[in-house]
């Protein structure tokens, strides 16, 4: 498959954002379990499955809330260094 260099930043933003309004709208727990919903989200994103010849891939899951002591955020710069920062940073935490 040859990437598309055509996507940048805010695209791929606005489509977590989509999908994130589609997920919130069409979930209803009452109603059906996260396959349910992956299927929901799917048929919105895309429509006529036999029109497309990629691939993708969604993993949805139920989380239990997290006490505001128990996240963490760190600000990392706009650089491929970043990666390697963010490791060091959270090493620590994860090991103790």
Do not use: F
């Not at 919903?37 to 809330?65: F, W």
């Amino acid at each position: 498959m040859v990437p598309d260099t055509s996507v940048t930043q805010n695209s791929v933003l606005a489509c977590m954002s989509y999908l994130a309004r589609c997920a919130i709208r069409s979930y209803d727990a009452d109603s059906g379990g996260l396959d349910e919903l992956c299927d929901r989200i799917v048929a919105v994103l895309v429509p006529d499955r036999e029109q497309t010849t990629d691939d993708a891939a969604l993993l949805v899951i139920r989380t239990r809330g997290t006490a505001a002591g128990d996240v963490v955020t760190y600000d990392l710069p706009d650089d491929p260094k970043a990666a390697g920062q963010a490791r060091a940073e959270v090493r620590h935490p994860l090991a103790a």
